[in-house]
């Protein structure tokens, strides 16, 4: 019987019981795929991280599990994941201010700041935004959440910046907070679909900030409290909105209705050329270290 041990981390919060539940292998070099699949399913937690393998210059094999399966890229993982090996010790001494999480989507630095429970992880997204127009029409998008076609702003679209996301703008937050996935409908509509989840979100006042859910069914998520991929692929579609050089800065408001508040920011640089970097920063609160007895 061997031992393997994992912690588990709520991130884009400092607060525990709140932002989004992660759980981190720092040591999972030996483990085959299945077992990866099998202690995921056993935590069934949004997200479990296997750190793999690390290299020089604070590089780190990760790998990213869903209780549907692995995944390019993920945003909170990559937050909660680089808190911990910092906090761990992991880094190479004399070079505590960066590492890069290696993922299938590519390389994804990170860079801290702040100390203790107010340190900050802010990473770099590997894929410039990639925005395009949904299959869906405005009916049967409204329809499968719940809503009259009226709630939304605009039609949706999908946008990614390594994890496709299907982008819908509600009128406000009581539209917002009423939307509830309709299954049946969605399986008939987007199951199997390159984009098979659902993120939804309202201008809250300020133009600046938002608050937003996200359904997750493709990746077996009723409904996910912080979601840093598709914070990074909205924020990167607003900025090429506006389609004009600059520097946008973005406020992310999720988990709200789950009972689980998120923060997450992000920004978006665009040059004349278009989107020159996402980044999406965040903090976790460290709750919990375990011990799994492997046969």
């Known amino acids: 019987m061997s031992a393997l041990d994992f912690y588990t981390l709520d991130v884009f919060t400092d607060q525990p019981f709140a932002g989004n539940p992660l759980a981190v292998f720092p040591d999972a070099g030996k483990l085959p795929d299945e077992r990866m699949t099998q ?24 790998r990213i599990f869903t209780p549907g399966g692995e995944i390019p890229f993920a945003g909170h993982p990559t937050v909660g994941t680089a808190l911990l090996l910092k906090r761990l010790g992991r880094l ?59 709630q939304l702003v605009r039609p949706p679209r999908i946008a990614s910046c390594g994890t496709p996301f299907q ?40 133009s600046l900030s938002v608050r937003a859910r996200m359904f997750g069914p493709g990746f077996n998520i009723a409904e996910d409290p912080a979601t840093g991929a598709a914070a990074s692929a909205l924020a990167g ?41 996402v980044e999406v920063e965040g903090q976790a609160r460290l709750l919990s270290q375990g011990r799994f007895l492997l046969p």
């Open 167 to 206: 982008m819908f703008e509600v009128t406000d937050i009581e539209s917002l907070g009423r939307a509830q996935l309709d299954l049946a409908l969605w399986r008939r509509a987007l199951a199997g679909a390159a984009a098979p989840d659902l993120y939804l979100y309202t201008r809250s006042g300020e």
């Open 92 to 150: 190479q001494p004399g070079a505590e201010s960066s590492l890069t999480l290696v993922q299938r989507v590519g390389d994804v630095p990170v860079t801290f700041r702040g100390e203790g429970g107010d340190e900050v992880a802010r990473f770099r997204t590997a894929l410039a935004p990639e925005v395009g127009d949904s299959e869906l029409d405005p009916e049967t998008a409204a329809a499968m959440l719940g809503l009259e076609p009226g």
């Open 39 to 62: 202690l995921t399913r056993e935590l069934n937690l949004s997200e479990t991280v296997f750190v793999t393998g690390s290299g020089p210059g604070n590089r780190f094999d990760v």
């Open 237 to 277: 579609m607003l900025a090429l909105d506006a389609a004009t050089p600059g520097l946008y800065r973005l406020r992310i408001e999720q988990g709200v209705e789950m009972g689980r508040p998120s923060l997450i920011l992000t920004e978006v640089r665009v040059g004349d050329a278009g989107v020159e970097s």
